[in-house]
């Protein structure tokens, strides 16, 4: 079966860096865009950036107006892995993340509705 296991979570100062990994399986991933979400505590779950399964365009990624700029999503189609390199962490960052696929392209991907696979989540902790 599929499955998607997120690591690298933890805690972190404000101003401090974390890299998210997402390693999937029993899915051909090359032939999915992956996403990752997050939920803070008594939040709705929120899109934060996608990489689209058509690595190497100008519109394979796409991100949150919230982390734009401080955040980088990349994928090792020969590892099945996905990465949020995440930067200049604020408090607000704080939340679990959350990996998806989906096998859909474009804008329509910041929608949660279009993911088919989820991980568990890692816990992203940023104090100040």
């Known amino acids: 079966q599929v499955q998607l296991v997120e690591s690298g979570g933890g805690l972190v100062q404000a101003g401090g860096s974390l890299r998210l990994s997402c390693a999937a399986s029993?899915?051909?991933?090359?032939?999915?865009?992956m996403g990752w979400f997050r939920q803070a505590p008594g939040k709705e779950r929120e899109f934060v950036a996608v990489?689209?399964?058509?690595?190497?365009?100008?519109?394979?990624?796409y991100y949150a107006d919230s982390v734009k700029g401080r955040f980088t999503i990349s994928r090792d189609n020969a590892k099945n892995t996905v990465y949020l390199q995440m930067n200049s962490l604020k408090p607000e960052d704080s939340a679990v993340y959350y990996c998806a696929a989906a096998r859909g392209s474009g804008r329509a991907l910041a929608s949660g509705m279009q993911y088919s696979y989820w991980g568990q989540g890692t816990q992203v902790t940023v104090s100040s």
């Open positions: 990489v689209s399964w058509l690595t190497g365009t100008p519109s394979s990624t």
């Open positions: 029993g899915l051909t991933f090359s032939n999915y865009a």
